[in-house]
């Protein structure tokens, strides 16, 4: 590969990263190639929609910690990234939320260009419904596919009872532009099987001959001729070096913790951070890596006196439903079901995101359950914690330190606890009692302040969203400005979630499709012109 020329480099084949090569290679002169660090997505766990949880800790897995965590017990806390062709929409539990009305308008007021009504053709741009599609919320044509659970679990219909008995709003749609209420998860399926961000943007590509896709290529550097970025320097499956070179731009879409890795990897950032981590700096950029921010959840989970929730997923018969006839409990994305709840009815949008999960969520999903059981998953919607991701050394293969700054405002405790209390109200409801049984380890049960407090502090894990670590703006702190180029410097951009200025009330995923959408857009109406001496042709 060392020594070829492409229009665009793109590093990272995530949810973003699909996107910008569909959308790019779309015009047959226009040569592009994908950089993913992972292998393909072949193994049959991604494909079977609840099978993700056993892709944690494996090969498709980044399998990050935290730096210890001060405010949850000195903990390190487990995240998983995507490592595949998808990235992290191969590994993720494939509920579609785009977020609320205020998110989009809120980054607009730094950010032009980005309020709801300005993104929202991108979402619909995305999108393939099949199902309920009331008042015509979602697009129909687009490449991704957002269907209806096929086999939602008995206790999924309890759980929406429930939530109705508490006085919530049936949503038409979860994806209403007001999403405050429950309803049904919408999942990125097709026919019962997963349908990532390859599945729905990179296989139809396959075979355009202007797309060079390469697994198994980890970006080390960004190269740098002056302020112009110039290519991409990268390890290939054999260990050896190789260098290509972007005619037009070079994007990067590594994700909320490599993207902004990548960027200090190549001296992008700040100067007295770089040099301690023994990386000459190139641009002086003090907001890379800052402004972390993720979803904090914790988990209530209960014993299930009847035998019927997801735990026996893996029995033969629920293989065979699956090989034969795409249905059973395999096709469960596992979050069946959300609430998006304001615990003080003065906010403006919810503050609290509950998810139904009908089975135990255990020691941050890696432990195994113990019988049947049940999860209520609590995620706090708009932390006012912040945290950052630095670079460890200048060594490109050691993962970076990662500080999400976890319940550092004490504000995040007290919506964690307001959000838990709502919880256990909803587990007391008529509808949802029949398939209650006892507190299951290590939720205590109904317990006053202090004890609740103890829990979250020694049982807080990520809700595995993290965004904003370049994010966009305008002041010297943002990274990108608002069209996603890299602040000081030509021909680069970063497209991805870590450009989020804030993050949204929901999954994000959906957000991540949203923002590549449109930067497609932005990046092919650059227009750039080849500098003196250099050819534009690949
Ligand atoms: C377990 C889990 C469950 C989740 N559940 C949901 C959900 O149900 N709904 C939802 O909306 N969101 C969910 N999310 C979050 C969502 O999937 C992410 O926010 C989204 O996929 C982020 O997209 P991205 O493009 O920013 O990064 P990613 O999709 O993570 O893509 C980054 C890609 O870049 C590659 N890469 C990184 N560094 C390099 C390098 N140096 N060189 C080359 N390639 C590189 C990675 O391997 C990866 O493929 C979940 C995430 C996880 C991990």
Redesign the pocket.
Known sequence: MTGRTWHYVV???????CVLAWRLSADPACRVLL????GPDRKREIRIPAG?IKLAQTAYDWNYRTTKQPQLSDREIYW?????LG???S???????RGHRVDYDGWAQSCPGWSYDEVLPYFRRAEHRVGSNMGGVYGTSGPHFISELRDPNPTTSAFLAGCAELGMRRLGELNEPDNTGFAPTPVNQRRGLRNSAADAYLRPARRRRNLTILTR???QRILLDGARATGVE?RDAAGVTQRVTASREVIV????V?SPQ?LMLSGIGDTDQLRAAGVEPRHDLVGVGGNLQDHPACAVTMHCPKPITLFSADSPTQLARFLLLRRGMLTSSV?EAVAFVRTDPALAAPDIELVWLPVPLLGEGLTPPPGHGLTVGVELLQPDSRGHIRLASSDPAEPPLIDPGYLTAESDLRGLLAGLRVAEDLCETAALRPYIGAPMAPWPGKVDDATLTTFIREHAQTA??PVGTCRMGNDDAAVVDCQLRVRGLDRLRVV???VMPRITRG????P?VMIAERAADLIQASNHEPEPGQSDAA
């Not at 950089?35 to 992972?38: C, F, I, K, M, S």
């Not at 998983?80 to 595949?84: A, K, Q």
Request: overall charge neutral; aromatic content about 10%.
């Open positions: 590093v990272g084949a995530g949810s973003a990263g950089l993913e660090a992972g993700f998983p990234r995507g490592r595949t990235g992290s929409s590994i993720n539990g494939q509920a579609w939320t290529a980890f970006a990268y879409s590594a994700g909320a490599n990548l979050n595995f969203h991805d979630a870590s999954h994000t995923h959906a991540t």
